[in-house]
């Protein structure tokens, strides 16, 4: 027996059960993920009442999700699986808040206030990539290259580690974020990583590096000035755990063009 989706349950663009049901100012609810597509297309609108909005506020509609729960749970015999409740997606005043308290913790040299506050963001990251795209148009890059420049000279593997996990998905950086993880300290922090860090920090360490050189010249001009690196990439090569790695650095050809600068 074929189930139909009770129509005050379905997205009114998507037509589809809602799993994620936000209202607008409008009194019209949607999913969330059809709706912020509709607005990123450009539409100022509400689809259903043609509306200017006067506003972009998305408010979660907890009564409808838990509804359509269970409305689920009742017809799971026909095979209709429980939508599972979605998290509240990262807003830009939390990210800015956030970035600020790394970046007033990074001036006092608060290092594990630094961390904690970076794994926050991580997590963030982890939970959609709707997260990930608000942290990073929220200045997010530019905060933690210049953390990692602060404390690059320090040693604090973990602290740093961090921070290179979640700068490879940030490029591209602006010109401030490329500014400080281009310095010597960082550079030579990052060569630090590619050469003695563990398997997770290497790869890291290189998807941030062939980001960063990709941005700008002068970035390999001053690459190719930090020792061991060239030591470091050979070494790389040599190493068959690591291939993904290896890919990232000869894209392009990269590998051979820095070995010349070398030369």
Same mark, same amino acid.
């Given at each position: ?37 509709w607005i990123e297309e450009g539409n100022l609108t509400c689809p ?63 290092? =594990?206030?630094?961390?904690? !506050?970076?794994? /926050?963001?991580? $997590?963030?990251?982890? %939970?959609? #990539? ?79 590096? =062939?980001?960063?050189?990709? !941005?700008?010249? /002068?970035?390999? $001009?001053?690459?190719? %000035?930090? #020792? ?36």
């Amino acid at each position: 027996m074929e189930i139909l989706n009770p129509r005050h349950f379905c997205c009114p663009i998507s037509l589809d059960l809602m799993k994620d049901p936000v209202t607008l100012p409008t009194g019209i609810t949607y999913d969330r993920e059809s709706i912020e597509k509709w607005i990123e297309e450009g539409n100022l609108t509400c689809p259903v009442t043609n509306q200017v909005l006067a506003s972009y506020d998305q408010i979660p509609n907890h009564s409808i999700r838990k509804m359509i729960q269970d409305w689920c749970v009742e017809n799971r015999s026909y095979g209709v699986e429980r939508i599972p409740t979605p998290r509240v997606p990262v807003t830009p005043y939390e990210v800015s808040e956030t970035c600020k308290r790394v970046y007033d913790a990074a001036k006092r040299g608060e290092q =594990k206030k630094c961390r904690e !506050l970076v794994r /926050k963001i991580k $997590n963030w990251g982890k %939970e959609s #990539e709707r997260n990930k795209k608000c942290i990073v148009e929220n200045g997010a890059g530019c905060v933690l290259s210049a953390c990692f420049e602060s404390f690059a000279s320090v040693s604090n593997e973990d602290l740093l580690g961090e921070i290179l996990s979640v700068l490879v998905w940030m490029f591209p950086l602006g010109e401030e974020g490329q500014s400080k993880l281009g310095s010597v300290q960082s550079l030579n922090r990052l060569v630090w990583f590619l050469t003695s860090g563990d398997l997770s920090a290497r790869q890291n360490a290189v998807l941030v590096l =062939k980001n960063l050189l990709a !941005l700008d010249q /002068k970035h390999v $001009n001053a690459l190719v %000035e930090i #020792e061991g690196v060239f030591a470091g990439l050979v070494k790389l090569i040599k190493e068959p755990y690591l291939p993904y790695c290896y890919q990232s650095f000869i894209d392009g050809n990269f590998l051979h063009d820095f070995t010349i600068k070398l030369q």
